[in-house]
């Protein structure tokens, strides 16, 4: 069983900024891409960004220069920070993470329940 948990969404003002955290727990031999996605109300999931094991990141073209990913492999740990955030960055955000378990020979996608960011204007 694999769970992954995310932290430190809420209300924030624009211009503000959070970090989120997502963390991976159970039996994982190995992560390798971690990744953060977003869904707005009546809106698909889309992605905001995305990290190697090696720290190579890509971003949407929205959230560049204003998020950065970054990962802490000893704690399976993956966090977004959102800085000058804008109403449009409003959504539920989900923590992605390929994970490969003891028992199973391949990666397999896991997705955290989400947190909500809402951007006041």
């Known amino acids: 069983q694999v769970q992954l948990v995310e932290s430190g969404g809420g209300l924030v003002q624009t211009g503000g900024s959070l970090t989120l955290s997502c963390a991976a727990s159970?039996?994982?031999?190995?992560?390798?891409?971690m990744g953060w996605y977003r869904q707005a109300p009546g809106k698909q999931r889309e992605l905001v960004a995305r990290?190697?094991?090696?720290?190579?990141?890509n971003y949407a073209d929205s959230v560049k220069g204003r998020f950065t990913i970054s990962r802490d492999n000893r704690k399976n740990t993956v966090y977004l920070q959102m800085n000058s955030l804008k109403p449009e960055d409003t959504a539920v955000y989900y923590c992605?993470?390929?994970?490969?378990?003891?028992?199973?020979?391949?990666?397999?996608?896991?997705w955290g329940q989400g947190t909500q960011v809402t951007v006041s204007s």
């Open positions: 990290i190697t094991r090696g720290s190579k990141t």
């Open positions: 159970g039996s994982i031999f190995s992560i390798n891409d």
């Open positions: 992605n993470a390929d994970i490969k378990r003891y028992s199973v020979s391949s990666y397999y996608a896991s």
